[in-house]
């Protein structure tokens, strides 16, 4: 099984992407993340949407349909979803009803420097996925708030109860995958 790591941050040294790493490497024998950089995404053109579609995008979206799950990663810019993460989802939100990202299953997880941890752009998170029939992972939110406080210099996961949390959020988020039929 395929599935695709979204982060919506592009920092270098992004806690988001670290959470999406350690979650891959969590994730079980048959199992492979790919994680996407979106930073060479172009803003979402109406103009530039038709047969051919930027190159950047049609990688986007190739891997998309070719993953079984989609597992996003955010941070929270003010208390939303980052732009960069919305101007992806925006491009393959088309065809509407019809885009690769209707009816694939997808988690959602934060990593946050907030106490907060993210709760607030999950929510957003949530409603633009609902608006493109992104079925989500019906759980808990997995948050990570302080996160500045949870990773040593090399990108690791040193907080264990977070580790705690996260492996049962991915057992259920992958048996849930499974019982949607991907």
Do not use: C
Request: charge should be negative; proline fraction near 7%.
């Amino acid at each position: 099984m395929k599935v695709l790591g979204i982060s919506g941050s592009l920092r270098a040294g992004s806690y988001n992407g670290a959470l999406l790493r350690i979650a891959g490497q969590r994730l079980g024998d048959g199992i492979r993340l790919e994680i996407h950089d979106l930073s060479a995404i172009p803003l979402y053109d109406a103009s530039l949407d038709g047969e051919v579609k930027p190159e950047p995008v049609r990688t986007l979206l190739e891997a998309i349909a070719s993953s079984q799950a989609l597992l996003f990663a955010t941070p929270e810019y003010n208390y939303s979803i980052p732009g960069v993460l919305k101007n992806a989802i925006d491009w393959a939100s088309r065809p509407a009803y019809a885009s690769v990202l209707a009816n694939r299953p997808a988690g959602i997880l934060s990593a946050s420097m907030s106490a907060v941890g993210g709760a607030r752009a999950q929510a957003h998170l949530r409603d633009v996925l609902a608006a493109t029939l992104t079925p989500v992972y019906p759980s808990p939110d997995f948050l990570l708030p302080m996160a500045q406080n949870a990773f040593d210099d090399q990108g690791v996961l040193q907080d264990e109860a977070a580790l705690a949390r996260l492996e049962p959020y991915l057992r259920g988020f992958l048996d849930w995958v499974i019982a949607h039929g991907r």
